[in-house]
Each structure stands twice: as C-alpha cells, then as structure tokens.
C-alpha cells in the first residue's frame, strides 16, 4: 500500500489530483485496480491512508491509564508516536500534508477523518475516566484535534523546516497558556 501511495503522490505532483486515475495508479505501481480499490476505495483515500492512528491511540491509551494529566497524555503519545514514523516517513507526511491543503475533495475528507478522529478520543477519554461527562469528553476531543491540527498547518507553513514534534510542542504551550 505505501508502494501504491508514492506512485500516486509522484503522478498527482506531476499532473495534479483530478487529471489521475485510479487505473493510472495502478498501472504505474504495477498491480491491478482492484488491489487498489480493493485497499483504498478512493483516490482521497490513497492520500490520506496511514496506519499511525491505531499506535497513537494505544499510546494514549495507556498514558491515561496511568493517570496521566489528558493534554500532557496526548501530547506524550503524540511525540512517542512521531519518533516511531517521523524520522522515516517525514518527507512522505509532507508530501501528503501538501497535497491535501492544495486539493479541495482531499480537504473535505480530511474534515470527516478529523470528525472520527474526534468522536473516536471523546469515547477513549470517557472509558478512561479521566473526563467528567459526555460534553467533557466532546470538549477535551475537540480541543486536543484543533490542537493537533493547528500545529500540522504550523508545521506546513514552515514547508518542514521546523520538526512536527517541535510543532507539537508549541502548540500544547500555547494550549496551556491559553487555558
């Protein structure tokens, strides 16, 4: 599958999101279109698949567990996570950040993975216990996914330059600060 999303990102590149197809795709990575379709579903889904979310949210997880403060957890799983792909996948991750903000059917499922990002860490931070009600737990998620967003856009703006761990970190200051 990561073979599949790199020869798409050089075709989407080089000739932009909508003049490519899945068939293209394909053809390129050298499997057939129902391997991709098969895998992917959608040309979005090429872009945006990744398998970071199941490890962040164990981490998270466990963090919570141990009673972990839910903004220093998140932040702690957030940097944890990134050590295990960031260092691999950086160049990747910024390709794929790229096109998504650049590519408004990219952008608009993006919003729907943020939407399931959110309900997803609202139910994790209720079986923790570590918010008092369902609007806590909405609250919390939605805030710490803004969060997450705000320092990726930082992140972007910057082309890369600063670290995404770095981005992170700011942001979770200014979060404290704020608040």
Do not use: N
């Not at 963090?63 to 940097?79: M, P, S, Y």
């Not at 952008?107 to 993975?113: F, G, K």
């Not at 570590?130 to 972007?156: F, P, S």
Request: charged share 30%.
């Amino acid at each position: 599958m990561l073979e599949v999303q790199r020869v798409a990102l050089d075709a989407f590149e080089a000739r932009g999101f909508e003049r490519v197809s899945i068939e293209e795709i394909a053809r390129a990575a050298g499997v057939g279109p129902a391997t991709v379709y098969r895998h992917f579903g959608t040309k979005e889904r090429i872009v945006l698949w990744d398998d970071y979310d199941p490890e962040l949210f164990a981490r998270l997880a466990t963090k919570l567990d141990a009673g972990r403060d839910v903004a220093a957890a998140t932040l702690e799983a957030l940097t944890e996570a990134l050590a295990t792909f960031y260092r691999t996948d950086r160049e990747l991750i910024l390709r794929r950040t790229r096109l998504t903000k650049a590519t408004p059917s990219l952008t608009q499922a993006t919003a729907a993975d943020l939407v399931a990002m959110r309900q997803a860490l609202a139910e994790l931070l209720k079986r923790s216990r570590r918010v008092k009600d369902e609007l806590e737990a909405r609250v919390a998620a939605g805030t710490l996914v803004a969060v997450l967003e705000g320092a990726i856009e930082y992140w972007l703006a910057q082309d890369g330059r600063t670290p995404l761990e770095r981005c992170l970190k700011m942001a979770f200051a200014r979060l404290e600060r704020v608040f």
